[in-house]
């Protein structure tokens, strides 16, 4: 049974830090890229940040220099720290996992809600 689990949103000021954490199970997690997006109410679903099997990262310039994405094979978990948020941060950050080695598996977890205000 496949699972990816979202933690550690919550409500946080302009400026600070969150560590969300996706805890997974089911697959075989260092064959898959992994990816955080976010959707904000009204809004598309967007990429946040994006890590491969192989450890290669990306990001949009709207997150580039304040969120970092990392992940623990040995764990099958996946990070994303995101400091100097600022409101328009806010949204629900979801996990994906897709597989390099069969084209079309993909996964989502439930999600959990980010909210930048003072």
């Known amino acids: 049974q496949v699972q990816l689990v979202e933690s550690g949103g919550g409500l946080v000021q302009p400026g600070g830090s969150l560590r969300l954490s996706c805890a997974t199970s089911?697959?075989?997690?260092?064959?898959?890229?992994m990816t955080w997006y976010r959707q904000a109410p009204g809004k598309e679903r967007e990429l946040v940040a994006i890590?491969?099997?192989?450890?290669?990262?990306g990001y949009p310039d709207s997150v580039k220099g304040r969120f970092t994405i990392s992940r623990d094979n040995a764990k099958n978990t996946v990070n994303l720290q995101m400091n100097s948020l600022k409101a328009e941060d806010t949204a629900v950050y979801y996990c994906?996992?897709?597989?390099?080695?069969?084209?079309?598996?993909?996964?989502w977890g439930q999600g959990t809600q980010v909210t930048v205000s003072s």
């Open positions: 089911g697959f075989t997690f260092s064959s898959y890229d």
């Open positions: 890590i491969t099997s192989g450890g290669n990262t």
């Open positions: 994906n996992a897709r597989s390099t080695t069969q084209p079309g598996i993909m996964y």
